[in-house]
């Protein structure tokens, strides 16, 4: 019983510290609503075989629904339970060839292949991802970004119907 509590505790401690981790590095989680997946698909207009990364993939559902839609998507968790989410949700979908998901810091992640990169992170971030973007994606890549908008970028497109999260659509 000792052993098993001490068990419980360790993992609790784990799911907490990769979590607070994950909140102190770029945002804690908080997924896109479900809802939304269909207005963040729309803006991304997947071409077939397009590489899209989700920076901080949550349980990975955006992740899956840009696999169905034709993509070869990557997700990054670096909190264990949304990580756990995601990893259970990619096998049990029939597309989970074409979806993946990575245990690791985005920020160490190589993204000059990129052909889309979609992100729902705090402010707080956006000075340093924004020179990680311009430095890293290749002409043409497009970036979307759930809730707040880039500053000094100018939007491709916008999508904030009354009532909603708005999403940026920009174009490197
Ligand atoms: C606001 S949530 C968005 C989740 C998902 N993209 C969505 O839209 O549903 C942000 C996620 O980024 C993860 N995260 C924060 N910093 C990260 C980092 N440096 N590398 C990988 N994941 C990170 C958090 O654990 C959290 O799950």
């Known amino acids: 019983m000792t052993l098993f509590i001490f068990f419980l505790l360790l993992i609790i401690l784990v799911l907490a510290g990769t979590a607070a981790y994950a909140g102190w590095r770029a945002a804690p989680w908080a997924p896109t609503f479900k809802a939304d997946t269909e207005r963040f698909l729309k803006l991304a207009n997947i071409k077939p075989g397009q590489k899209i990364?989700?920076?901080?993939c949550g349980d990975g559902r955006l992740v899956?629904?840009?696999g169905e839609a034709g993509a070869v998507a990557i997700?990054?968790?670096i909190s264990l339970l949304p990580y756990s989410i995601a990893k259970w949700r990619i096998l049990s979908s029939p597309f989970k060839k074409k979806c993946s998901i990575k245990f690791r810091d985005f920020w160490r992640a190589d993204?000059?292949?990129a052909d889309i990169v979609y992100f729902f992170l705090m402010p707080k971030i956006f000075?340093?991802?924004k020179n990680k973007l311009e430095k890293e994606l290749k002409p043409g890549a497009k970036v979307?970004?759930?809730a707040w908008p880039m500053d000094g970028w100018t939007?491709?497109?916008?999508d904030c119907p009354i009532g909603?999260?708005?999403i940026y659509l920009y174009q490197i």
């Open 164 to 166: 909603k999260t708005p």
């Open 64 to 66: 899956v629904a840009a």
């Open 155 to 158: 939007a491709l497109a916008t």
């Open 144 to 146: 979307i970004i759930y």
């Open 111 to 113: 993204l000059s292949n």
């Open 75 to 77: 997700g990054f968790e």
């Open 53 to 56: 990364y989700d920076l901080g």
């Open 127 to 129: 000075t340093k991802i």
